[in-house]
């Protein structure tokens, strides 16, 4: 299932880093006007217009 691929890829150290929030935001300031989201809000960056968009499917899954 996805879950368990995805738990798979992130067991891996190679596949993940940490980075300071400055640094993220420096890079992507889109992501400003979301860090007064609540905790466990989700987004999604629309590939056609490249807006962060609210990811409602993956936050039920996760309070069910």
């Known amino acids: ?5 995805f738990k798979t890829y992130l067991d891996d150290p190679d596949n993940s ?9 420096n890079y992507d300031p889109d992501i400003l006007p979301l860090l007064d989201s609540p905790a466990g809000t989700a ?22």
């Open 17 to 25: 880093a940490v980075f300071a929030l400055n640094t993220i935001a």
């Open 43 to 64: 987004f999604f960056r629309d590939p056609e217009t490249g807006e962060f968009l609210l990811d409602a499917e993956w936050m039920e899954k996760q309070f069910e």
């Open 1 to 5: 299932n996805d879950l368990a691929s």
